[in-house]
């Protein structure tokens, strides 16, 4: 408001267990059958696990979702989101259809929301099919072409009748609230033909001339009068008025998204009659800069975490500032922000690259830094390892009178970890490279190889304990997410269990063993016992 479990990094270079990017076991599209009637969808939660396991079954990969608890930008910017989600309880809202009447929203891929409970999916699908640089993968690239040249109408039934989006949403629902939509979809049926059978019946009293019945047409002449007339309207005014609060008392929450797209912020509210423009971008975005910046040959720089794994382009830094208002004011409406915080309804949940992906490769590019270096120190002193406790110790005796080549003996140990994960000894085996996931890995691998093959052998001890305490502080990022991941899953079996068949028995078996009356003050007829008092 479930991903999975992944090895620890210093126990295994394999797979996870529970990969960050599972492929979804669906069938082939040729293989599914044509779905014309549809089914509901069912209530899942705004947390962040639930979300990224969503998108991750729809068959988008290399995403998650994470959870703001603040838009300013310290908070924001360096995750460099992709698209915002928005979660509040809904409140019966007036809009005007000229308000989202923009040519420039025609080339914005928008749904409108036909189902109950689907918004989740609606809010999702509104934002990811918008972002041209993300691959939402095969399934979704053939909805979206095919939908593509639809009104928002249609568009939002082909997302009710796709049996893809559906199940990858009820596949997260509790199975009582899955029970729960399949009731509401039957009594909603059944309501809708009584209203039917009604309205055809009156129509064909009415076709047969049929008089009313002597108390209705007194009651009808004695409206004529003004008093009895305004009694009748105040009556009916009032009886609407009750419909409505008893909308308003009823909590419901509801799921809308931000997107920069075609040159403008949008506000995508699938309840809406289309696109709502927040702001435009600037035409010439200042590009932050993409270049592989390693650790400075004197080893007391690093490289960012950020433009580690997953560079990203100019616009998507500055669009937040356009969004940054109109979430104020959202959030301002919809109470528990600015000085009511005590009462918070909403939730905030950003789109954003995979923190395992990067985590991970920031882990293997330190790693095989660590390896480049240790071939030049190599080269330029052998058997450099055994020497450095000696001259270490040599060199606090004569602090400041001479230097010594060397590097912190306490790291050694920590480096043997990082390279050879499996086995501390490094002369057994060869270190195992990692799975890579950004695109321009490699060349910025390239670079900073070149660099090292450039450093003066002076700076290559330094080099040498920055690299390693570059990989300590990715190692500890990456086993926060595999933790994370962990929870994740773990909350996902627990809330997708059905507990029903349990209770079911268990109560079963308590009233055939005749504990179940004496547990609820009633006797051996089920009946409640005089004087009897409910326990608590």
Known sequence: MSSDVRPTPSTSNAAPDIAPNPVPDVAEPSERPLDLVGGPFAVIESDPGVFTSLIRRLGIQHLELVELYDIEPWAVDHLNPHGLIFCFMWRKDTHRPADFDDPAAERVWFANQLSDDACATHAILNVLLNCPDIDVGEELRVFRKETEEMSPVMKGLAITNSPILREAHNSLARPADIRAALNSLCISTLEAEKAKLKKAAQKQSAGRGAKPPPAKRAKTAASTKPVKGKAKENGKAKSEEDEEEKEEEEETYHFIGYVPAHGKVWELDGLKSGPLEVGELASTPSAPSTS???????????????????????????????????????????????????????????????????????????????????????????????????????????????????????????????????????????????????????????????????????????????SVRQALRANVALEDELVKARRVKTEHIKRTWDYEPFFKEFITRLHHEGLLNPLLDRDANGRKKRGAVGKK
Not at 295 to 309: I, M, Q
Not at 327 to 354: E, H, P, Q, T
Not at 384 to 409: I, Q
Request: charged share 25%.
């Open 292 to 466: 592989a910046v390693g650790p400075s040959t004197a080893g007391s720089s690093s490289l960012p975490s950020s433009s580690l794994s997953h560079p990203t382009p100019g616009p998507r830094m500055s669009w937040m500032d356009i969004a940054r208002p109109a979430l104020r004011m959202k959030m301002d409406k919809y109470g528990g922000s600015g000085n009511d915080g005590s009462n918070i309804r909403f939730c905030l949940l950003a789109i954003v690259d995979d923190l395992f992906e990067k985590a991970s490769d920031e882990v293997e590019f330190w790693r095989r830094d660590l390896l480049g270096l240790e071939r030049r120190l190599g080269e330029g002193e052998d058997g450099w390892r055994e020497k450095v406790c000696l001259l270490s110790a040599f060199c606090c005796l004569l602090s400041g009178t001479v230097r010594f080549w060397k590097v912190d003996p306490a790291l050694l140990a920590s480096a043997q970890t990082i390279l050879f994960p499996n086995n501390t000894n490094s002369n057994v085996e060869a270190p195992v490279k990692r799975k890579t996931y950004a695109q321009d890995f490699a060349s910025r691998r390239m670079q900073r190889d070149i660099e090292i093959m450039d450093m003066p052998q002076r700076n290559l001890p330094g080099a040498w304990e920055e």
